[in-house]
């Protein structure tokens, strides 16, 4: 009998041999793919079992990890003024994963970024708990305050650049919320009155909604025009006809008020009117592809990632003259996201520089060490010097004679553009109020802004960019230039 | 004659004398000329290896208490005593009642013990993380006592392992109660239809686990008998020794009586294992190939037709093929999230593993400690644990089947060779299973996993063995009556 024992043994062994060779392939070969797989949740625990790194806004940190020492999670992140800077952190939560910043900068935080590893190590081999690192945004603490103690229960969105650097000094989008409600694996009541809200206060309105941007566009239709050589200087005179007939069809394109002079009106006043007239126009004359061209250098059409993404901002290929007549005063199919907006009135306010729009300065170890910091970078030259300081002439202009004059700051040069965009089925909505402007100091100091409001008021002859929107506009720059 | 070695390896002496059937051979003290003086009995390695298979789950102990709540555990000293002392008892009574047994397999058992009630101590501290979790190591830890005891007993009352000889066919009718009991039985929700539980109250029982070393003794005692009617009688087909249509008669019996246990009790394991634990000790008692072949047609057969009638199978294979569709949003019906969560637990473990008390096995749920506890392990202990857990269980099954080649005695070897690929069969289902490489079928893992039948049952499947095993290395034992005529002639 002992031959066929032998066998047995040797069987017994390729069963055993089977089961190791099944196991090294498991935990060896496969491993890192049941580790990270989307339903182990030990990923998610993970994340929540040492302390959260933060995010930094002026030096103090506007999130906190606190140790709440459940049973699965160790950790729960927390915000300080969560409904401020919500758009700028976005959440982080226990049931619902996270978003912005705290998703996107998550290896960071988390302390599993490759970068931290040997950190990590030398951690582990002291003794010391594992913490992630910190997130250093651009975020100027005193202008995101002014931004949203100006929106007040207002909805929209306000975006504030550094024109000089491409910093966002501010993003505000209300009405807002607070991810500090969403951050545990229990709040799911919050979460879904959070998401059944009609007035959606989890979007981020300032990076992810375009809008028709209106007047404000004609910032970009004028600058097209000076970079194409159809006026020289801005008191040229513009062959306008009253009315305009749109190209190619029967209907006249009305101006806001029946008291504005567009009729063969200068750059000038056209703008301090907002002549609708006169920059459709003269978006027909140049054509859709001179218009593009313009637009794409502002940024449309492109998405920009501040590294959280903003949507694409779009000027489109229309088909017909009228419509490019209509999209050159910003209607009809063309959109923006406000921070497309502020950065049109950054690159003037800049000489035509555009410089890249960042959120995060700097990334860091816990112990304090950078392991990266933003270089600045130009998007693009949008404009020759000589064609912004046209338009800066304009701007300035707008604010002291035109539309703009709620923006105005003593002791400070402002330069600004209002816009009333129509929407809706036959534009029947209520309009949504721009303002976008720049400011700058005799120091050099200079601030760019985009506002939109929604709903500022509730009938439609007390919308406009100017009453609406320029205030909000004002208090911000007052803010960033410490005027 | 060859003389017999130190190892023990007694193999090819030990299968040219055989015992006659049903008999005792009664032993003789003293030296024969073909026994060397004073062959060591190997009790010291067991005593040092011992030690070692105790102190190291009390350093795993320390380990638990130290990654969870940064202290020593305050149980660890009475832990500590217990099972040394336990340990210790058992090893005196090999001393005294069988001072030749194979001196691995008492420390590898223990070693296995141990670790086992660390980690469902382990996992008991996790509990409240478990749903339809209830503490389970102080159970576990009195199981194994009983287990040890029951293991003193066979050491002491089992004079020689051919008294169960006559027990022959009550084996068989005992067997044939024990494994149709659950059946009777309800199951419960979380068993996922398996029905292998005997359940009174709070108490119950799984009599699978000693139907397993029962079905040996009626195995082993039957094939003694019948051997040569199987081995001899058949007839020669493309190369193929075909039984005769009436020697077929019990394998068909048993392979029916698995196929009813799979039927009525929903319990592919248990069925597969008593298959091929017959398939295995027939071809060893008539050394005819031709068996295995039969065994895998009929297994597969069976498994085809049974998979395609009922849905118990099905519903394990398609887990099998697709482990991470229960964690759909439309999980199949019947699916369970178990084996992908065990996967997900080996890969997060890695090759070294989170560290005793570190990982989150408790993901896998209540089945963390019983059947999926080498999911625990492969988390916590990683790749390089498992690898160590394996090659216990190998070398334990080899010793097994050591055992089984020293043996002098026909009833002797078919019996080791039955517990020993038993065991081996088990480990593989259930590892198997855990791992992903075959169906899951629900069995426990021998030792480690939580439950009081299987751990008490395997005690005593340890101490035959070792009681065999000391049969066959004893020196200076009278070679059993060459009357060969029962018991098969020499081959």
């Known amino acids: 009998m002992n031959k066929p024992i032998r066998r047995v043994s040797i069987f017994c062994l390729v069963l055993i041999l089977a089961l190791m060779v099944r196991t090294n392939w498991v935990q060896g070969v496969q491993a890192d793919a049941w580790a990270s797989n989307k339903n182990n949740k030990r990923q998610l625990y993970d994340r929540y079992a040492h302390p959260r790194g933060n995010i930094i806004v002026s030096g103090q940190p506007v999130t906190n990890s606190d140790f709440v020492n459940g049973l699965r999670y160790k950790y729960k992140r927390s915000w300080i003024n969560g409904p401020m800077y919500a758009p700028v952190t976005g959440y982080s939560s226990q049931a619902y994963g996270s978003n912005g910043l705290e998703n996107l900068e998550d290896g960071i935080l988390s302390g599993t970024d490759d970068r931290l590893f040997f950190r990590n190590t030398l951690d582990m081999l002291t003794g010391e708990q594992q913490r992630g690192g910190d997130v250093v945004t651009t975020i100027n603490a005193k202008v995101q305050k002014a931004a949203f103690d100006a929106m007040g229960d207002k909805k929209g969105a306000v975006v504030a650049l550094d024109p000089k650097t491409g910093a966002i000094l501010a993003l505000v989008s209300t009405p807002s919320y607070d991810p500090g409600t969403i951050a545990g694996n229990d709040d799911g009541d919050a979460w879904k009155a959070l998401n059944s809200d009609p007035n959606k206060p989890m979007d981020n309105r300032a990076l992810k909604y375009t809008y028709p941007p209106g007047s404000t566009f004609k910032l970009v239709t004028a600058t097209a025009a000076f970079e194409n050589g159809m006026f020289q200087s801005i008191d040229d005179t513009t062959s306008t006809p009253e009315p305009y007939i749109l190209p190619g069809t029967q209907t006249p394109l009305k101006n806001e008020s029946p008291n504005e002079r567009c009729e063969n009106a200068t750059v000038k006043s056209g703008l301090d009117q907002s002549c609708n007239t006169v920059f459709a126009k003269i978006g027909a004359d140049l054509g859709k592809d001179k218009m593009r061209a313009q637009a794409e250098k502002f940024g449309f059409n492109s998405t920009i990632d501040t590294p959280v993404r903003a949507e694409k901002s779009v000027f489109p290929n229309s088909a017909s003259l009228d419509g490019t007549a209509q999209d050159s005063i910003g209607q009809h199919d063309t959109r923006a996201t406000p921070l497309q907006v502020a950065m049109v009135s950054a690159a003037i306010a800049n000489n035509g520089s555009l410089m890249q729009p960042y959120l995060v300065d700097q990334e860091r170890s816990a112990s304090l060490t950078t392991i990266s910091k933003h270089t600045e970078k130009q998007f693009s030259q949008a404009m020759s010097p000589a064609t912004a300081q046209k338009m800066q002439d304009l701007m300035v202009s707008v604010v002291q004679d035109g539309t703009g004059k709620n923006a105005q700051i003593p002791g400070v040069q402002v330069g600004g553009k209002t816009g009333t965009a129509q929407h809706g089925e036959n534009n029947s909505a209520l309009p949504y109020a721009w303002f976008t402007s720049w400011a700058k100091t005799p120091d050099g100091q200079s601030v760019a802004v985009a506002v939109v409001v929604e709903d500022g008021s509730d009938n439609r002859d007390g919308i406009s960019g100017g009453r609406l929107a320029a205030p909000i506009a004002k208090a911000v720059m007052q803010a960033a230039l410490g005027k | ?491």
């Not at chain 2, 066979?154 to 067997?175: C, E, G, N, P, W």
């Not at chain 2, 498992?386 to 089947?401: E, H, N, P, S, T």
Request: hydrophobic share 50%.
């Open chain 2, 1 to 491: 004659m060859s003389s017999y070695d130190l190892s023990g390896d007694t193999g090819r002496a030990g299968g040219r004398r055989r015992a006659a059937a049903g008999r005792v051979v009664p032993r003789r003290r003293g030296n024969t000329t073909i026994s060397p003086q004073g062959a060591p009995n190997r009790r010291n390695t067991e005593l040092a290896l011992l030690v070692f298979a105790v102190l190291l789950p009390i350093l795993a102990y320390a380990n638990v208490g130290l990654a969870m709540d940064s202290r020593l555990p305050a149980g660890m000293l009475g832990y500590g005593l217990g099972m040394g002392a336990l340990a210790l008892v058992a090893h005196l009574l090999v001393r005294r009642f069988a001072p030749y047994a194979d001196p691995l397999m008492l420390p590898i058992a223990t070693l296995l013990n141990g670790l086992g009630v660390v980690m469902i101590w382990r996992l008991d501290k996790a509990g409240h993380l478990l749903s339809g979790n209830f503490p389970a190591a102080r159970n576990q830890l009195m199981w194994s006592a009983l287990g040890i005891t029951l293991f003193i007993g066979v050491m002491v009352f089992l004079k020689d392992h051919r008294v169960l000889q006559r027990y022959t066919y009550i084996s068989m009718v005992v067997a044939l109660v024990l494994l149709a009991a659950p059946a009777f039985f309800p199951a419960r929700a979380e068993d996922f239809g398996a029905k292998i539980w005997i359940r009174m109250g709070s108490f119950s029982i799984q009599p699978g686990e000693f139907a397993k070393i029962v079905l040996t003794v009626f195995f082993a005692g039957y094939l003694m008998v019948k051997r040569d009617a199987l081995a001899l009688a058949s007839r020669r087909f493309m190369g193929l020794y075909l039984p005769r249509g009436r020697d077929l008669g019990p394998i068909v019996v048993i392979w029916l009586l698995s196929l009813l246990i799979l039927i009525f009790e929903n319990d592919l394991g248990t069925s597969f294992l008593f298959f091929g634990l017959f398939v295995v000790m027939l071809y060893v008692a008539t050394e005819r190939t031709s068996w295995i072949l039969f065994g895998l047609l009929m297994s597969v057969g069976g498994a085809v037709a049974v998979a395609t009638t009922t849905s118990h199978v099905k519903v394990r294979i398609d887990a099998w093929l697709d482990p991470m569709a229960a964690f759909s949003a439309n999980p199949p019906k019947g699916s369970t999230e178990q084996i992908g969560q065990s996967l997900m637990a080996l890969g997060s473990g890695g090759v070294t593993g989170s560290g005793l008390g570190q990982g989150r096995s408790w993901l896998i749920n209540f089945a963390a400690k019983s059947d999926f506890i080498l999911g625990s392990f492969g988390e916590e202990l990683g790749l390089t644990g498992l690898m160590a857990i394996f090659l216990l269980y190998a070398l334990l099954v080899q010793r097994g089947l050591r055992t089984a080649v020293a043996a002098r005695d026909p009833f002797g070897k078919l019996f080791a060779v039955g517990l020993a690929s038993a065991m081996a069969l088990q480990v593989f289902v259930v590892a198997g299973g855990v791992t992903g490489l075959i169906p899951l079928t629900g069995m426990t893992m021998p030792f480690l996993a939580q439950g009081g039948s299987s751990v008490v049952a395997n005690w005593a499947l340890v101490a035959i063995l070792l009681k065999i095993s000391d049969s066959a290395r004893r020196p200076g034992v009278e070679p059993a009556p060459a009357t060969e005529g029962q018991g098969g002639p020499a081959r």
